[in-house]
Nanobody
Framework: QVQLVESGGGLVQAGGSLRLSCAASGDTNCISAMGWYRQAPGHEREGVAV???????YYSDSVQGRFTISRDNATNTVSLQMNSLKPEDTAVYYC?????????WGQGTQVTVSS
């Protein structure tokens, strides 16, 4: 199994930046893709950014050009640099790792963007 722990959430004004990090432990050798998802109150969880084992990133249209996902396979960490934040980015952000047919999730970290 894979365990994930996120850090780096918080409160920021619109236009500001935050950086989220996620550290994986456990059976990390099986991890292929890693990514970030978010869930706002009253909304379903949605994909934000994913990075595959080769380092190719994929972004949702809503964050393309503002967020950057990166991955360090040596330390089993994935990060999300969020710039030009908007109030609509407010949500709980979850780290995700794919290991075979299993998905692992972190506990989530709150990001709040004030207008």
């Amino acid at each position: 199994q894979v365990q994930l722990v996120e850090s780096g959430g918080g409160l920021v004004q619109a236009g500001g930046s935050l950086r989220l990090s996620c550290a994986a432990s456990g059976d990390t050798n099986c991890i292929s893709a890693m990514g970030w998802y978010r869930q706002a109150p009253g909304h379903e969880r949605e994909g934000v950014a994913v990075i595959n084992s080769g380092g190719t990133p994929y972004y949702s249209d809503s964050v393309q050009g503002r967020f950057t996902i990166s991955r360090d396979n040596a330390t089993n960490t994935v990060s999300l640099q969020m710039n030009s934040l908007k109030p609509e980015d407010t949500a709980v952000y979850y780290c995700n790792a794919v290991c075979g047919e299993y998905f692992s999730w972190g506990q989530g970290t709150q990001v709040t963007v004030s207008s």
